[in-house]
């Protein structure tokens, strides 16, 4: 017989249905215990998140670096814990680093073809006008 073919008709009267699904109140309190820890986790972040908001760091690439690392730390214990991807099988994690690769792959075809303006073409940069080939901003 198998061992997960339990009906409520074949448990004891009075008895407790909790391990229907292989739980006992031992497991629910670790996992509780533990999505309580990533709670605390997420809440420490967004402190610090908030925190580094008062903070004057002069060089922008430095912020900017801080700001995704602590919203990257934030995502994988979203995506790890609460849409539990930690115990997920290795394909997932497979599709996850493609996509990874694709965006950066992406980002880089984009900075790349930056470079590459045509010559006599016109851009802007905030509020100056250059001209390609010319020393001077046209205002």
């Not at 908030?50 to 934030?74: D, E, G, N, Q, R």
Request: net charge positive.
């Amino acid at each position: 017989m198998d061992s997960h073919a339990h009906t409520p008709a074949a448990a004891a009267p009075g008895a407790p249905t909790a391990v229907a699904h292989g739980h006992d109140a031992h497991d629910v309190r670790k996992d509780v215990k533990k999505y309580l820890l990533v709670f605390g986790a997420l809440l420490a972040g967004t402190i610090l998140t908030v925190f580094m908001y008062y903070i004057h760091i002069p060089s922008v690439p430095t912020t900017i670096a801080i700001a995704l690392f602590i919203a990257t730390v934030k995502a994988a214990l979203v995506a790890g814990f609460f849409m539990h991807l930690i115990s997920e099988r290795k394909a997932v994690y497979a599709v996850l680093l493609a996509t990874v690769f694709f965006f950066a792959a992406m980002m880089y075809l984009i900075a790349w073809h930056r470079a590459e303006v045509p010559t006599n073409s016109t851009w802007w940069e905030g509020n100056i006008t250059k001209k390609e080939g010319s020393r001077h901003a046209i205002r």
